[in-house]
């Protein structure tokens, strides 16, 4: 069994950007595989809908970690594609380089493409002879439903159907009208899991100990406030990390690519804004702007 060594620069992103809240977006940019064999195509990347824009990192497999550092040795030359397997709709991708903070180098593939929630898409990446292909479904997106508090000073949002939470961010939208000032309050969250569906509680007094952290406010400061918004993330059953991630060094493990090595995925992300009522913020110093 040929073992493949792979460097990530970004595996604690990658990790913790599946399991964590208010993560650290993950990026395909920093995927660096190395092993003793040439010219086998790796590839990482996900889909990802509410935008156009999409990018997947392809590179060859090289026998030395030193990474490229001419942009004639990065290019790849392959061409990727993806089919929307209930259309047939086929979207090529376009190569293009990048430039890395150290000077090397590194071909990332592009594409105007939408992904619709619970289309299969097939990616097909192909290089002379080779060929590495994937199927990706994109989850759907739960409903987001407020619920009456169960404590004072406190919001409980309910997704549902939801079974498994990429990311989270809650977010504060302090002052009124084009002014207001986001303040990410992410450590305000508990997510409880019931079944298919994701109970979060938001507290309240946490929630004001971090805008006054972020906005160097005094507690007794009046606040006002636009709007609450959390944002979710939720990705597809083929873009989960295993428990253990020091078993990104065997691709036999934890690769979904057909024909070569990598993971490729989809996410699904959904938004919820709301003003809560006075009596959920009684006591914090906050009121709603009109």
């Given at each position: 069994m040929r073992r493949l060594l792979t460097v990530l620069a970004v595996v604690g992103v990658f990790a913790g950007?599946?399991?964590?809240?208010?993560?650290?977006?993950?990026?395909?940019?920093g995927f660096d595989p190395f092993d003793t064999e040439d010219g086998v195509?790796?590839?990482?990347?996900?889909?990802?809908?509410?935008?156009?824009?999409?990018?997947?990192?392809?590179?060859?497999?090289?026998?030395?970690i030193e990474r490229p550092r001419r942009p004639e040795d990065a290019a790849v030359d392959a061409l990727v594609t993806t089919e929307a397997l209930s259309t047939g709709a086929v979207t090529i991708w376009t190569p293009r380089l990048v430039r890395f903070a150290d000077s090397t180098?590194?071909?990332?593939?592009?594409?105007?493409?939408?992904?619709?929630?619970?289309?299969?898409?097939?990616?097909?990446?192909?290089?002379?002879?080779?060929?590495?292909?994937?199927?990706?479904?994109?989850?759907p997106m739960p409903r987001a439903t407020l619920v009456a508090p169960s404590a004072p000073r406190s919001q409980t949002v309910v997704w549902a159907p939801l079974t498994r939470i990429t990311t989270t961010r809650f977010v504060a939208r302090i002052g009124?009208?084009?002014?207001?000032i986001p303040v990410t309050v992410s450590d305000a969250i508990t997510v409880v899991q019931e079944g298919d569906q994701a109970r979060m509680i938001l507290d309240l007094d946490v929630m004001r100990r971090q805008v006054d952290a972020t906005l160097g406010t005094a507690p007794a400061t009046t606040l006002f406030l636009a709007e609450f918004l959390l944002t979710?993330?939720?990705?597809?059953?083929?873009?989960?990390?295993p428990a253990d991630t020091t078993a990104l060094v065997q691709?036999?493990?934890?690769?979904?690519?057909?024909?070569?090595?990598?993971?490729?995925?989809?996410?699904?992300?959904?938004?919820?804004?709301?003003?809560?009522?006075?009596?959920?913020?009684?006591?914090?110093a906050i009121e709603v702007c009109p």
């Open positions: 950007a599946l399991v964590a809240c208010d993560s650290t977006e993950i990026t395909p940019l195509l790796s590839v990482y990347g996900y889909l990802e809908t509410g935008t156009f824009d999409q990018t997947v990192r392809v590179q060859l497999l090289r026998r030395t180098y590194g071909e990332v593939y592009d594409a105007t493409l939408e992904p619709r929630t619970g289309e299969t898409y097939q990616l097909v990446v192909e290089r002379g002879a080779d060929r590495a292909t994937a199927e990706v479904t994109v989850p009124c009208g084009q002014g207001s979710l993330t939720v990705a597809d059953a083929k873009w989960t990390l691709p036999e493990i934890n690769s979904n690519i057909e024909g070569g090595y990598g993971r490729f995925g989809a996410v699904t992300r959904g938004f919820f804004a709301w003003k809560p009522d006075a009596a959920a913020l009684d006591g914090l």
